[in-house]
């Protein structure tokens, strides 16, 4: 490897202001005992950090994609197909990059220990899946809509109804972790997690929208949800910010 | 076309249900070679509590210097089998292990060699985005020079660099403080 090589390493965008959520954000109460307290660190992007694990399509398997089915019977609640497209910041899909969801049933309860049984689960629903993008970035799965859940941040405290997705990316510093919510929830404008996102615009990103293309009749809603993963530097300078 | 990148949301509390379908906690096959290492540590808040819901991840190259990755175009060996990547949940007194090899040095900017390093992202409840470290190595005489580490203030350095554990060949300790006095160097990445 030549030194001309290391040279043109082109790192990924840093975020535009606004559309990241600030580690300490006190509404978010959790926040308060974990976020850091000291500067960050500007980290360059080197071979380290342009490359990240690639998983290959043994990753996932059949049925990984249907979250409707579960120990023998069908979960209760309405059925969605939710499906998209992952690119860059750049419009270029994202092909083969591992989605891994998980979310509450349609009473809003977490199959998890800690989850607090304030609505009863449901014996046919895990709540977890897994799919891979196409090579047009594109993925596609089959759940039940979940429910909003009670949480302890503040009094009368309710989750938006979401879905959890983490996204790698071709890189580790393309590594995503987000809430997918659904269009028109009531508990939006008050929810801090989703409202962490100080740009309104950006904010919003995180919201499926209805679909009539996907939906299936007699059988499931669909909602659009597409994900964009940083993109690259155009030049190897802007590196340094 | 410019689009806006989609922003992060916490893990939250039950990314178990999701997250530890996955769990990578031996990183290299008996086949890969290299320095075997275990990591053990603790994941602390700013009390100095444990804790119990946090995930890492880490991300490596062989005992070569090399990733398997196709940006890596290094005239060096890849390992059959070996990805470069694990993933632990922390249990309930907070503390996690890993099982890997020793990383070769790799590339940095200016052709400048890394010392041996492991990248890490750290998501929990409470944490709205990740945050990325680095993992170094004790008695390694590349961290002097290390191009990451020299952007760090002095006496922060030894919060990323792994301690040995006297009595236990290959054994070493990596702690998270998430905030305090021994607060970890975490990077804007």
């Known amino acids: ?241 | 076309m410019k689009l806006t990148a989609t922003g992060n949301q916490t893990v939250g509390p039950y990314f178990h249900i999701g997250l530890s379908r996955m769990l990578i906690p031996v990183v290299a096959g008996p086949d890969a070679e290299g320095k075997r290492i275990t990591i053990h540590g603790r994941v602390l808040d700013a009390d100095q509590k444990p804790i119990p819901d946090a995930l890492i991840e880490t991300w490596q190259a062989n005992a070569f210097g090399k990733y398997a990755h196709p940006e890596d175009m290094q005239d060096k060996p890849l390992q059959k089998g070996f990805l470069g990547f694990g993933r632990v949940a922390t249990d309930d007194g907070g503390a996690f292990s890993l099982t890997t090899i020793k990383p070769g040095r790799v590339p940095g900017p200016g052709g400048i060699l890394q010392a041996p390093h492991v990248e890490v992202s750290v998501f929990m409840r409470g944490l709205l985005r990740h945050l990325v470290t680095r993992i170094y190595f004790p008695d390694e005489a590349g961290n002097a020079e290390d191009p990451v580490l020299r952007l760090v203030e002095p006496d922060r350095r030894a919060t990323m660099i792994a301690k040995k554990v006297p009595g236990s060949e290959g054994v070493l300790e990596w702690n998270v403080n998430m905030a305090g006095e021994n607060e970890t160097v975490f990077f804007d990445f």
């Open chain 1, 1 to 241: 490897m030549g030194t001309n090589t290391i040279l043109d390493m082109r790192g990924y965008r840093r975020p535009e202001p606004g559309t990241q959520p600030a580690y300490l954000f006190p509404p978010y109460k959790s926040t308060l005992r974990r976020a850091p307290t000291k500067p960050l660190v500007l980290l360059p992007h080197t071979l380290s950090e342009v490359t990240g694990p690639v998983f290959g399509h043994d990753a996932i398997s059949p049925g990984d994609d249907d979250l409707t089915h579960a120990n023998g019977g069908e979960a209760i609640g309405p059925r969605i197909i939710v499906s998209g497209r992952v690119l860059e910041e750049d419009g270029r899909p994202v092909p083969n990059a591992l989605v891994e969801v998980w979310q509450a049933n349609a009473g809003g309860r977490y199959r998890h220990r800690n989850c607090q049984p304030h609505s009863p689960l449901d014996p046919n629903f895990n709540g977890y899946g897994r799919v891979m993008t196409n090579s047009e970035g594109r993925y596609r799965f089959q759940s039940i809509k979940p429910g909003p859940y009670p949480w302890g941040n503040h009094s009368n405290a309710w989750r938006p109804s979401h879905i959890h997705f983490s996204l790698f990316g071709p890189a580790f510093v393309s590594r995503l972790v987000t809430q997918m919510y659904f269009e028109g929830d009531p508990l939006l404008p008050f929810d801090p997690i989703y409202n962490s996102i100080p740009d309104e615009n950006a904010r919003k990103l995180l919201i499926s929208s209805f679909d009539w293309e996907t939906t299936v009749p007699d059988h499931a809603n669909g909602y659009h949800f597409d994900i964009v993963l940083r993109g690259r530097n155009e030049t190897p300078m802007e590196n340094k910010r």
